[in-house]
C-alpha cells in the first residue's frame, strides 16, 4: 500500500520538477532553509528543516520541542480534578474540548456517569470551542496565504464565540469548567437566544470565507493538487479529523463512537472529500463550522431539565483501572490513555494529541515541493503548538 | 453506555463475574487472538469499553503486520508505562526533611505483566471504531524492541518521543533521535525514577499552604 | 504663460523648484495612498476602524509613523558588514527610481518636469532600476529569505516588464506617439466613432491593453497577489527583512510612491491624464489651454490617480498571494500573448481606419 503512495508523491514530483527544471546541466548544490522555529507560518515555534534546490523541497524535516511543558510528568503528580487545568492548554484554541476526553475517562473508571443536561451543555461548549478553533484556522489560512482581510474577519467572529464560552464558564481560553461528574455550573441566563443569534452569524461568517476565499482561483490554484494525502497514508500516519476526512476517510469519532454525550441525539452530517489535498482538508473544515453551528442550534432546542452534576464523593479518588477515551477535537482525535491505581490522582497518562500524528507526516507530504507551498500544506494540516509538544 | 458497572477484574484468566458481555469486542477479539495464535500471553475486553492483548516481545513486529493486515489500520498511539511507583510520590516532600522511604513493588494493570516497562500501542479500525490496546513487556536490563515504523509509518515519532522519554530502543527505527530534549540530555524523563526537578528544587506550595479538605476538619493543624 | 513664467526665474530657482516639485509628487501621493488606503480603506474592509488617535480621524499618524521610524536604530546585520555599504545603498536606488520615472509625468499643459519624446519609453526603462536595487537588498542582507526575496522580485519584475511594455505599445500605435503629453493630448482631443464627448480615453478603446497594464503594475509594485518577493508569511518580508529604521522607512515611501506614480502614468495612458475632453471649453490644441488647467490638471490626474490605487488596493486587500511558478506561467502564457494580440489588432485597425 506504500507503493501506491509512493508513486503518487513521485508522480507530483516529477510534474513539478518538469516545470522547474529548464536542464539538468543547471542544477546547482542545494541549500538549508531553516523555517522556524521564530516564523509566521509556523504559527508557534514549530522548525521545519528544509533541503531546498531553488525553491523546490527536496528533504524537509520538521522539529518540535520548543514548546514542550511536560504534560505527562505532570499529570503523575496531580489530582484528577488538577488535571484539566493543564490539559487546557494542549490545544489552546480549542481548550474546552481537551479537558472532555480526560474527564469521560476518569468517568469510566469511576463508574460514573454525567446527567444528561450535563451532557449536553458539555457537547454545547465542544461543538462552540470547536467553531472558536477552526474559524480562527479558516481566518489564518488566508493570511498564510498572503490574504491579509479574512483574519479579522474571523477575529471579529470568533470574539463571539469566546464571548459565549466566557459567559458559560467564565475563561475565554481555559475554562477549566468539566468536572469528574458533571460540569461545574448551570448555563447563564439568556445564553439559549444569544447562542442562537452568534450561530447565525457565524453561519454569515461561512458563507463570507467561501466567497472571499474559497472561491477565488487564486486560492484554488495554490491549494488543489498541493499535499495530497492518499488515504492509507493518512491512515498509517494517523491522521485524524479533518486531514483523515478529507482524505475521503468517512469516519468521525463523534458519529462513530459511543460516548455520553449529546452528538448521537441530534441530525447533522460528517463531511469528507475524496481529493485529500490542501483544498479538500480547508474545505471540509469549513464545511464543519457550518455542522457545529447546526449541532449547537440543535442541542439548545433540546436542553433537557435537571442537575449538571452527578453524586460523585467530594474526594475524587477512582479505581484501579485503564481506560483509553478519545474525542473528534477541533484538531482530530484527541484521546487520554489513563492508568489508574486507585489513586487520587492518575498513574500515568499517555495523552494522544492530534498534531503530533497529523505534523508527523510532514516529512512525507513536503518531498518535492515548492517553498510557498510548504506554508499551504502545513496550514491546511492545521495544527497547533501545544497540540504537538504537549 | 453502560459504564455504571462493576469494573472487570484485571485480567480475562481469573474472570469468574457474570460481567455484562459484549458480543461484538470478544468475537473480534476472538478473531484478533485466533489470527496470532501463540504470540498472545494474555487478553480482556472490558464489555462496552476496550480491548486488550499482551504480546511476547520477540513477536511485536509481526503482531503489528496480523493487525494491520486484520484492518486495524489506523495507527492510534505508541507509548510505554513504566510500572514502578515513583519513589518521589507526588512530589510533596518537604525537601528539608529526610526523604521518605515508599514501597516501589510494581503493580500491573490490565492483562499483567512480568517487568517495570511495558510498551502500549494503540491501533484502531476506522468505521468500526473497535481499538486495540497491544502491550508488550520490555526486559528491564535491556529495554529493546522491534520497530513498527516499517509497518505503521506514523510509528516513527511515536517511537522516537517514546525513546527518549522511557529509554527504550527500538530495533530498526530510521532515525531514534531526540524530539523534544537537547541530544546530551541525560536520564528518561518519563521513568518514574525521574525526579519531577521542579518539585524538588522548590518546595512545592502545596506543602506550606494545605487547605483543609472538604469533610475532613481534623486534619486542618497539621500543615502549620 | 505660465512657460513664459517659469522661464524668468534663473536656471537655479527653476531646479530648485522642480526639486521641490518632484518631491512633492512623489511624497504627496505616497502620504495619501498610506493614509488613504493602507489605514483607512484596509481598516474599513476588515470592519475596524484604524489609526483614530493622532489628529483628527487619526490623519496623522503618518507623522507619527514617520517619527517613529526615523527614531529607530539603523541596524546593519554582522553577516552583511562586509557589503555594509551596499546594503545601505539599496533602498536609496529603490527610491531613486521612483523619482526617476515621476520627471516624465505630465501634470499639466505646462506643469511638468521634462517633455521627453519618448517619455514613455524612458519611464519603462527607468522603471526597472528599482529591480537593481531589490536584487543589490536580497543578496547584501546575507540572508536565505531574503535572497530568495530578491531572486523572487528579479525573476517576477522581469517578467512583467515585458506584458507591460506590450501593453504600452497598443496606446503608443493609436496614439501615435511616444511622448506622454501628446498621449493626453491625443487622448482628449479624439473622439469614439465621430462622438467627442469624452474625447478618447484609451481605456475604452484600449481595454484589454489597461487591464494588461494594470496587472503588469500591480506586479511590478510586487502588490498581492504578486507580493512572492515580500511574502510575510514565507519569507518574512523577504529583502525587506533585515532593514530597519529609515532604510525600511524609504523602502515603504518607494512602494507606495511607486504606486502612485505607475497610476499616475496609467491614468496618463488611459484615462487622459491631467486633461478634460477639449471640446467641454472649446480648445483645440494645446496652445489654446486655459491656464487654469496648470493648477487643475494636477487635481485631476490627482484624482485619477486615487481611483487607480484604489483598485490596485482593494485587489491586494482581498486576494491570496501566487505561487512562483503559478506567477510565471500567468505572466508568459497569459498576459504576453494577450497583449501582442492586442498589438496586432490595434495595428489592423490602425491602418484600417
Given amino acids: 500500500m506504500t507503493m501506491l503512495g509512493d508513486r503518487q508523491q513521485l508522480a507530483y514530483i516529477a510534474s513539478q520538477a518538469a516545470d522547474a527544471r529548464v536542464n539538468v546541466e543547471l542544477e546547482t548544490e542545494g541549500m538549508t532553509l531553516n523555517i522556524g522555529p521564530q516564523h509566521p507560518a509556523t504559527h508557534g515555534t514549530l522548525r521545519i528543516i528544509a533541503r531546498l534546490d531553488g525553491e523546490q523541497v527536496v528533504w524537509a524535516e520538521p522539529s518540535a520541542g520548543y514548546m514542550h511543558r511536560g504534560y505527562e510528568k505532570l499529570t503523575e503528580v496531580r489530582t484528577y480534578p488538577q488535571v484539566t487545568a493543564l490539559v487546557n492548554r494542549i490545544d489552546w484554541l480549542g481548550s474546552f474540548a481537551n479537558e472532555v476526553p480526560f474527564i469521560l475517562g476518569a468517568e469510566k473508571l469511576m463508574g460514573v456517569e454525567a446527567p444528561a443536561r450535563a451532557q449536553h451543555i458539555r457537547t454545547i461548549l465542544f461543538e462552540l470551542s470547536r467553531i472558536a478553533n477552526v474559524s480562527l484556522f479558516l481566518g489564518d489560512l488566508g493570511v498564510q496565504l498572503g490574504a491579509v482581510t479574512p483574519v479579522f474577519f474571523a477575529f471579529r467572529d470568533r470574539e463571539y464565540v469566546l464571548n459565549l464560552i466566557e459567559g458559560a464558564t467564565g475563561g475565554r481560553f481555559h475554562p477549566n469548567f468539566d468536572r469528574i461528574g458533571g460540569l461545574k455550573d448551570d448555563l447563564p441566563a439568556g445564553f439559549i437566544e444569544e447562542t442562537h443569534s452568534v450561530m447565525k452569524k457565524l453561519r454569515n461568517f461561512c458563507d463570507e470565507i467561501e466567497n472571499l476565499l474559497f472561491g477565488n482561483e487564486i486560492f484554488q490554484s495554490r491549494t488543489r493538487g498541493i499535499g495530497v494525502i492518499p488515504k492509507d497514508i493518512a491512515l498509517q500516519y494517523g491522521l485524524s479529523g479533518a486531514n483523515l476526512r478529507a482524505s475521503g476517510v468517512d469516519w468521525d469519532l463523534r458519529r462513530d463512537q459511543d460516548l455520553p454525550m449529546a452528538w448521537n441525539k441530534v441530525d447533522w452530517n460528517v463531511i469528507t472529500h475524496p481529493d485529500g489535498d490542501s483544498f479538500a482538508r480547508c474545505w471540509v473544515r469549513l464545511q464543519e463550522v457550518r455542522e457545529s453551528t447546526k449541532i449547537v442550534d440543535q442541542l439548545l432546542d433540546t436542553l433537557p431539565a435537571g442537575p449538571v452534576m452527578a453524586k460523585v464523593p467530594k474526594i475524587i479518588k477512582v479505581p484501579e483501572g485503564e481506560a483509553f477515551v478519545s474525542t473528534e477535537n477541533p484538531l482530530g482525535e484527541m484521546g487520554y490513555y489513563v492508568v489508574s491505581q486507585g489513586d487520587q490522582g492518575p498513574f500515568r497518562v499517555k495523552i494522544r494529541s492530534a498534531s503530533f500524528n497529523n505534523i508527523s507526516i510532514v516529512p512525507w507530504v513536503l518531498k518535492g515541493v515548492y517553498v510557498p507551498d510548504i506554508i499551504t500544506i502545513l496550514a491546511s494540516l492545521y495544527f497547533i503548538l501545544g497540540d504537538i509538544d504537549r | ?224 | 504663460m505660465f512657460a513664459a513664467l517659469l522661464s524668468s526665474i534663473p536656471y537655479w530657482g527653476q531646479s530648485l523648484l522642480r526639486v521641490l516639485g518632484g518631491l512633492v509628487a512623489v511624497l504627496l501621493p505616497a502620504g495619501t495612498v498610506v493614509y488613504l488606503f493602507l489605514f483607512k480603506m484596509m481598516s474599513f474592509m476588515q470592519s475596524r476602524l484604524g489609526p483614530m488617535e493622532a489628529g483628527p480621524y487619526g490623519s496623522m499618524q503618518l507623522f507619527a509613523e514617520v517619527g517613529k521610524w526615523l527614531q529607530k536604530e539603523d541596524i546593519v546585520p554582522d553577516a552583511a558588514r562586509p557589503e555594509a555599504r551596499i546594503f545601505k545603498l539599496a533602498p536609496l536606488i529603490v527610491l531613486a527610481s521612483t523619482f526617476l520615472l515621476v520627471v516624465v509625468v505630465p501634470f499639466g499643459p505646462d506643469a511638468l518636469f521634462t517633455n521627453f519624446e519618448t517619455g514613455i519609453f524612458y519611464a519603462l526603462a527607468v522603471s526597472s532600476v528599482s529591480v537593481l536595487g531589490i536584487l543589490i537588498a536580497g543578496w547584501s542582507s546575507a540572508n536565505k529569505y531574503s535572497l530568495l526575496g530578491g531572486l523572487r522580485a528579479a525573476g517576477q519584475l522581469i517578467a512583467y516588464e515585458l506584458p507591460m511594455v506590450l501593453a504600452v505599445v497598443g496606446v503608443v500605435i493609436q496614439a501615435g506617439t511616444m511622448n506622454l503629453q501628446q498621449i493626453v493630448v491625443a487622448q482628449n482631443t479624439g473622439s469614439i466613432f465621430g462622438f467627442d464627448g469624452i474625447g478618447n480615453p484609451y481605456v475604452i478603446t484600449q481595454f484589454v491593453a489597461f487591464i494588461v497594464f494594470m496587472i503588469a503594475v500591480q506586479a511590478e509594485l510586487t502588490q498581492t497577489p504578486f507580493d512572492m518577493p515580500i511574502a510575510e508569511s514565507e519569507l518574512v518580508s523577504g529583502y525587506m527583512t533585515e532593514y530597519s529604521g529609515f532604510r525600511f522607512l524609504i523602502f515603504f515611501i518607494g512602494e507606495f510612491a511607486t504606486a502612485g506614480v505607475f497610476a499616475m502614468i496609467a491614468s496618463v495612458l488611459f484615462l487622459g491624464g491631467w486633461g478634460v475632453p477639449f471640446s467641454w471649453f472649446g480648445w483645440t490644441t494645446i496652445d489654446s489651454i486655459d491656464n487654469w488647467m496648470n493648477v487643475g490638471g494636477p487635481l485631476i490626474l490627482f484624482t485619477k490617480m486615487l481611483v487607480l490605487v484604489f483598485f490596485i488596493m482593494w485587489i491586494r486587500f482581498s486576494f491570496p498571494r501566487f505561487r512562483e511558478d503559478q506567477l510565471q506561467r500567468f505572466a508568459w502564457k497569459g498576459l504576453i500573448p494577450i497583449a501582442l494580440a492586442n498589438i496586432m489588432l490595434t495595428a489592423v485597425l490602425k491602418v484600417a481606419f
Fill in chain 2, 1 to 224: 453506555m453502560q459504564w455504571n458497572e462493576e469494573v472487570s477484574p484485571l485480567s480475562s484468566t481469573t474472570d469468574t463475574t457474570e460481567a455484562p458481555r459484549d458480543e461484538r469486542r470478544e468475537a473480534e477479539l476472538a478473531r484478533v487472538v485466533a489470527a496470532l495464535g501463540g504470540n498472545v500471553v494474555d487478553s480482556l475486553v472490558k464489555p462496552n469499553d476496550d480491548m486488550w492483548i499482551r504480546v511476547t516481545a520477540d513477536t511485536w513486529r509481526a503482531t503489528g503486520e496480523t493487525l494491520k493486515s486484520l484492518g486495524y489500520t489506523y495507527f492510534c498511539f505508541l507509548s510505554a508505562i513504566d510500572w514502578m511507583p515513583s519513589p518521589f510520590g507526588k512530589g510533596e516532600d518537604d525537601p528539608t526533611a529526610p526523604p521518605v522511604e515508599r514501597d516501589t513493588t510494581i503493580k500491573h494493570g490490565y492483562t499483567g505483566g512480568d517487568t517495570r516497562f511495558q510498551v502500549l500501542a494503540r491501533v484502531t479500525q476506522p468505521f468500526t471504531s473497535l481499538g486495540i490496546n497491544i502491550k508488550v513487556d520490555v526486559d528491564d536490563a535491556a529495554p529493546v524492541i522491534d520497530s513498527w515504523s516499517g509497518v505503521y509509518a506514523g510509528a516513527n515519532w511515536h517511537e522516537r518521543e517514546t525513546h527518549e522519554m522511557f529509554g527504550i530502543g527500538f530495533n530498526g527505527h530510521p532515525d531514534l533521535r531526540n524530539m523534544y530534549l537537547p541530544t546530551d540530555f541525560e536520564g528518561y524523563p518519563l521513568r518514574k525514577d525521574f525526579p519531577l526537578l521542579a518539585r524538588i528544587v522548590k518546595p512545592w506550595p502545596g506543602i506550606v499552604d494545605v487547605e483543609p479538605l472538604p469533610g475532613d476538619d481534623s486534619e486542618e493543624g497539621e500543615a502549620s
